[in-house]
Nanobody, 123 residues
Framework: QVQLVESGGGLVQAGGSLRLSCAVSGRTFSRYWMGWFRQAPGKEREFVAAIFSSAVTAYYADSVKGRFTISRDNAKNTVSLQMNSLKAEDTAVYYC????????????????WGQGTQVTVSS
């Protein structure tokens, strides 16, 4: 069983930065590629970023490309999301998720999810 716990959310002004972290339990962390998703009230969960087990290949949604950076530390079983130049439209609950195969941008491809952490960007 794999468990994911997010942290680092909060309230920030537009233009500011936040760093989200996700701690993953289980000895097989390096086998999973990790993703970050977000869900705003009344909207569907949307893909933000994903990183493969090698920690070299990463994918980003167009809406965050150039502002967000995903990274992972396989020795510490953690995945992070550095968010810069935040905008009001980035406000959402952010979730980390783990998958062993599939399409990185599709939520149903992921096997495990965290409980989410709230990010609120004030304009």
């Amino acid at each position: 069983q794999v468990q994911l716990v997010e942290s680092g959310g909060g309230l920030v002004q537009a233009g500011g930065s936040l760093r989200l972290s996700c701690a993953v339990s289980g000895r097989t962390f390096s086998r999973y590629w990790m993703g970050w998703f977000r869900q705003a009230p009344g909207k569907e969960r949307e893909f933000v970023a994903a990183i493969f087990s090698s920690a070299v290949t990463a994918y980003y949604a167009d809406s965050v490309k150039g502002r967000f950076t995903i990274s992972r530390d396989n020795a510490k079983n953690t995945v992070s999301l550095q968010m810069n130049s935040l905008k009001a439209e980035d406000t959402a609950v952010y979730y980390c998720a783990a998958a062993q195969h599939g399409v990185p941008s599709i939520p149903s491809e992921y096997d495990y999810w965290g409980q989410g952490t709230q990010v609120t960007v004030s304009s």
